[in-house]
């Protein structure tokens, strides 16, 4: 049984705004390693994202972070051999912080509503995990403040490994992002 916390985590947890969850989610990642300074979230949106809404694209989230010195990429874990959940624990247990991108299945009560996974996506970031536990440890933006869970030991939500499974598929309309994930590589 293997378990791995982050060492870093962001000073807070903010809730996002409309769509910003992308925003939110690369603020989140600057603030743990102190290059986020006060900069609002939508600060991190291209022009075109801001039109639209804070709608992000992966092209994006890579550019912002490799702009302040980070190593990411738009990986996916569908075809891997090893299991997908394997990919991502393998980063965590480097201390490797992983962005993802899943069907966005909650609202910001943290009710779950099954039919909203199969048209809406949204960014989350992984802090952790424990086998024990059968948890992940995520920041998730779209969480309001008084529902954010207090006795985690890191970040603002957890999940099941199997509801997390479920959310990490994708959404329904396109399997381009299916088990999606970005780990994120601070270069020294």
Not at 136 to 152: F, G, M, S, T, W
Not at 162 to 175: A, D, E, L, N, P
Request: glycine share 6%; with cysteine.
């Amino acid at each position: 049984m293997a378990r791995a916390i982050l060492k870093v985590c962001p000073d807070r947890y903010w809730q996002q705004r409309r769509k910003e969850c992308g925003a939110y989610v690369m603020k989140a990642i600057l603030n743990m390693y102190g290059k986020d300074g006060e900069a609002p979230a939508r600060t991190y949106l291209s022009f075109l994202g801001d039109l639209c809404y804070g709608f992000t694209w992966p092209r994006r989230v890579v550019k912002v972070l490799r702009r302040h010195g980070f190593f990411t990429e738009f990986r996916r874990a569908n075809k891997l051999r090893h299991g997908k959940l394997d990919a991502l624990r393998m980063h965590l247990l480097r201390q490797e912080p992983v962005i993802l991108l899943i069907g966005n299945s909650f609202n910001p009560r943290r009710h779950y509503q099954h039919f909203k996974r199969w048209y809406g996506w949204h960014w989350m970031l992984l802090l952790g995990f424990d086998d024990a536990e059968r948890k992940v440890y995520l920041y998730d933006p779209n969480v309001r403040l008084e529902k954010h869970e207090r006795d985690i030991p890191i970040g603002n939500a957890s999940l099941s490994y199997k509801r997390f499974m479920q959310q990490w598929r994708g959404v329904f309309f396109t399997s381009l992002f299916n088990y999606s994930y970005m780990p994120v590589i601070k270069r020294r």
